[in-house]
């Protein structure tokens, strides 16, 4: 099962909103209403912050939201702050594995 | 809490069996899952356990090769790791499938084991 396709990075200043894609096909993304994103700071676990495309977990701040259109998901951070800077992942049920995980993308606040 | 051990150095083609301890929550209302993150790379999903060990799945990549396992009673789950790859390198984590937040999303994860495999 190939990785989900995400940008190797992106960046913006605090303040902005930056999008963070993830492409995958119609066996997973597609196909599907079960898309992830998780946060990952340097030497820590991943953290859940969208999970079904749009939905966030208790606790996680609403600058954070998730959208799909097609075979490509987004993770949208609005007002940027420096502790959003970090590794970003998506993941999504496959019809072939249960989940797959994209690249990830390094977000720079700058 | 979920909290991994076992990683170490081991030659290829070696063994080893990674452990991870739940508390905090119904380890058995659960299922669980265990994912790998080579040096400096992305996350890569391994397999998933159902919450009465009637149900396992592994990434292709590891299929036949590494096995999990669980044991509600002791919370603990295990993943035996055979046939070792230089390319099975990495940080191994140990995490909970939701209940709550959808049905294939990882909500609480351990802070990993590193598994280097080396000659």
């Known amino acids: 099962q190939s990785a989900l396709t995400q940008p190797a990075s992106v960046s913006g200043s605090p303040g902005q909103s930056i999008t963070i894609s993830c492409t995958g096909t119609?066996?997973?993304?597609?196909?599907?209403?079960?898309v992830s994103w998780y946060q990952q700071h340097p030497g820590q676990a991943p953290k859940l912050m969208i999970y079904d495309v749009t939905n966030r977990p208790s606790g996680i701040s609403n600058r954070f939201s998730g959208s799909k259109s097609g075979n490509t998901a987004s993770l949208t951070i609005s007002g940027l702050q420096a502790e959003d800077e970090a590794d970003y992942y998506c993941s999504s049920f496959t019809s072939s594995s249960p989940l797959v995980f994209g690249g990830g993308t390094k977000l720079t606040v700058l | 809490q979920l909290v991994e051990s076992g990683g170490g150095l081991v030659k290829p083609g070696g063994s080893l069996r990674l452990s991870c301890a739940a508390s905090g929550f119904s380890f058995s209302d659960y299922y669980m899952s265990w994912v790998r993150q080579a040096p400096g790379k992305g996350l890569e999903w391994l397999s998933y356990?159902?919450?009465?060990?009637?149900?396992?799945k592994y990434a292709d990549s590891v299929k036949g090769r590494f096995t999990i396992s669980r044991d509600n009673g002791r919370t603990s789950l295990w993943l035996q790791m055979n046939s070792l790859r230089v390319e099975d390198t990495a940080l191994y984590y140990c995490?909970?499938?939701?209940?709550?937040?959808?049905?294939?999303?990882?909500?609480?994860w351990g802070q990993g084991t590193l598994v280097t495999v080396s000659s």
């Open positions: 119609g066996s997973d993304i597609g196909g599907y209403n079960y």
């Open positions: 995490a909970r499938v939701s209940n709550d937040y959808g049905d294939y999303s990882l909500d609480s």
């Open positions: 356990i159902s919450p009465t060990d009637t149900y396992t």
